[in-house]
């Protein structure tokens, strides 16, 4: 099993800001991802994090709008780029130990506010 | 593009009264987990069922899979206040993971 941090748990922000989330785990993973969730509902997938490249961005999610960074196999952060209103939400950072993506373990989300 | 049809989305019920959540699908998964979410909290793995008519049992909690792999049912037997929370299914299909809208469950004592 894997136990993932985030920081900040929650931030309100201003509009047209940017704001860097930091998501580390305690034991090495394979894989990471970034999620969005609207309090409530279900798990949107933003990202892949990959270590030491590109991070792989799913439909509808752009690395101008969402960079992500994977320097090890512990931590990455996600930065929500110029920020407006619509980017409230909950970002959630998960964790894979193994090959496919069954049995992630998720950090307990950063909770995001945009005036 | 695969969905996964999770029902019903929200659910209040009294304590000591079943319920049975469903998640139902045509794509074929190679395996379905269900996680428990609390508020303030994230996603927590309870199950992961893999061969076609599995059922798995956690307490007062029956999963179900599917015999051809493409639904599953969470049944909770006697529910307790303390099994309020947010029920989400997610299937592996092909190295992606499809998530189930969420059943937002309550349980009033």
């Known amino acids: 099993s894997a136990v993932i941090s985030q920081k900040p748990s929650r931030d309100i922000c201003q509009r047209g800001t940017s704001l860097t989330i930091q998501c580390q785990v305690d034991?090495?993973?394979?894989?990471m991802f970034w999620y969005r969730q609207q309090p409530g509902q279900s798990l949107t997938l933003i990202a892949t994090a990959n270590q030491g490249s590109e991070a792989t961005y799913e439909s509808g999610f752009v690395i101008d709008k969402f960079p992500i960074s994977r320097p090890n196999l512990t931590f990455s952060t996600l930065t929500v780029s110029n920020m407006s209103p619509e980017d409230s939400s909950i970002y959630l950072c998960?964790?894979?130990?193994?090959?496919?993506?069954?049995?992630?373990?998720f950090g307990p989300g950063t909770r995001l506010l945009v005036l | 593009t695969q969905l996964l049809e999770q029902s019903p989305q929200f659910l209040s019920i009294q304590e000591g009264e079943n319920l049975t959540v469903y998640c139902n699908s045509s794509s074929v998964f190679s395996s379905l987990q269900w996680y428990r979410q609390e508020p303030g909290e994230g996603p927590v793995l309870l199950v992961t069922?893999?061969?076609g008519g599995e059922v798995k049992k956690l307490k007062r909690l029956t999963f179900q899979f599917g015999d051809a792999r493409k639904d599953s049912s969470l049944h909770i037997t006697a529910a307790q206040p303390g099994d309020t929370g947010l029920y989400l299914c997610a299937g592996d299909s092909n190295y992606q993971l499809i998530w189930g809208a969420g059943t937002k469950l309550i349980i009033k004592p």
């Open positions: 069922v893999v061969t």
């Open positions: 998960s964790g894979k130990q193994g090959a496919n993506r069954e049995t992630q373990y």
């Open positions: 034991s090495q993973v394979t894989m």
